[in-house]
């Protein structure tokens, strides 16, 4: 199970950190991704951090996002900074098991998410 929190209502240049907390797994064994969806788009991709604690971001997503992980905590973060209007969306945080090269995480159908917390920007 993995439980998303941490979003809210932040004007546009402000910062926000997601956690993702997860249980019923083994959190060291797992790559875990941030996602995201607003309302009539399809879902994005922000981020993966694989279990050797490599990172990857697509270059629409590179530098304003930074994840990170606890396995001490099973929890997984996402620090979002500069935020803009256009980054309001559903995020949701996913887990896997399977071990890839990072960018392939983009592309493959994950094996957990979370409930997704709501972040809104506003201008």
């Known amino acids: 199970q993995l439980q998303a929190s941490g979003g809210g209502l932040v004007q546009a240049g402000g910062s926000l950190r997601l956690s993702c907390a997860a249980s019923?797994?083994?959190?060291?064994?797992?790559?875990l991704g941030w996602f995201r969806q607003a309302p009539g788009k399809e879902r994005e991709f922000i981020s993966v951090i694989t279990r050797s604690d490599t990172t990857y971001y697509p270059d629409s997503m590179k530098g304003r996002f930074i994840i990170s992980r606890d396995n001490a905590k099973n929890t997984v973060y996402l620090q979002m900074n500069g935020l803009k209007p256009e980054d309001t969306a559903v995020y949701y945080c996913?887990?896997?098991?399977?071990?890839?090269?990072?960018?392939?995480?983009?592309?493959?159908?994950?094996?957990?998410w979370g409930q997704g917390t709501q972040v809104t920007v506003s201008s």
């Open positions: 996913a887990a896997d098991v399977r071990n890839y090269r990072p960018d392939i995480y983009s592309r493959i159908r994950w094996g957990y």
């Open positions: 019923g797994l083994t959190f060291s064994s797992h790559a």
